[in-house]
């Protein structure tokens, strides 16, 4: 699990692209203090595995199926990424859980300066919309923002100064891909609502008889 704030802006060394699948070297400085063989790093909020690293960078393999639901595939030497390690237990919780499993990708189409912040206007499909709520959280490329507003197609979100400076979202352009990733809340409260649905149709040990009966 991490928490969408990211920790520091690495660049990309080296893209080594096999059949299906890439093999990325990622230079970094922070996160690497504490590393170790089989750590878990967010790269634009996905989460990758370790395998190697050194003083200066550590190397990740990311499979077909990351590939192509995240924008991993479309990463060339030079671009920079949004870096973070796991979250500890006892760690502050400065943004939301995330868990690093993306659910989709966006688009953005349109960036406005406001004031001192930078609203940004996400293109985004409907498996992700379905859990975008107004002032609820949401990950772009690892980033945990608050959503300002939205409708059936997409959602904005702000990024103050100090986000937009360290982050990769300050540097991105009308068109660019980025990763998408729901709040798990939300997530969790779609299953349960889908089992008590469930549980109307099929089954006669329900909440409601639970409840009868003292469990609940």
Do not use: W
């Amino acid at each position: 699990m991490f928490t969408g704030i990211i920790e520091e802006l690495g660049v990309l060394r080296s893209v080594r692209r096999g059949t299906s699948s890439a093999r990325l070297v990622i230079e970094a400085k922070k996160i690497l203090e504490d590393i170790r063989t089989g750590d878990s790093i967010a790269v634009n909020g996905v989460c990758l595995t370790a395998v190697h690293f050194n003083s200066g960078e550590f190397t990740a393999d990311v499979m077909a199926e990351t590939l192509s639901k995240t924008n991993l595939g479309t990463l060339n030497a030079g671009d920079r990424v949004n870096l973070e390690r796991a979250l500890r237990l006892g760690d502050r919780l400065g943004g939301h859980l995330v868990s690093g499993h993306i659910d989709g990708t966006g688009s953005i189409t349109r960036l406005k300066k406001h004031d001192i912040a930078i609203l940004v206007t996400i293109g985004a499909p409907v498996e992700v919309m379905r859990y975008i709520i107004k002032k609820g959280s949401v990950a772009v490329d690892g980033i945990s923002l608050t959503v300002v507003d939205f409708n059936r197609d997409g959602f904005q979100v702000s990024l103050v100064p100090h986000t937009a400076g360290l982050t990769s979202l300050g540097f991105k352009k009308t068109g660019d891909t980025v990763n998408l990733e729901a709040d798990v809340i939300g997530k969790y409260i779609e299953k349960m609502m889908d089992f008590r649905e469930y549980e109307k149709r099929e089954s006669k040990i329900n909440f409601g008889f639970l409840a009868e009966h003292g469990f609940i």
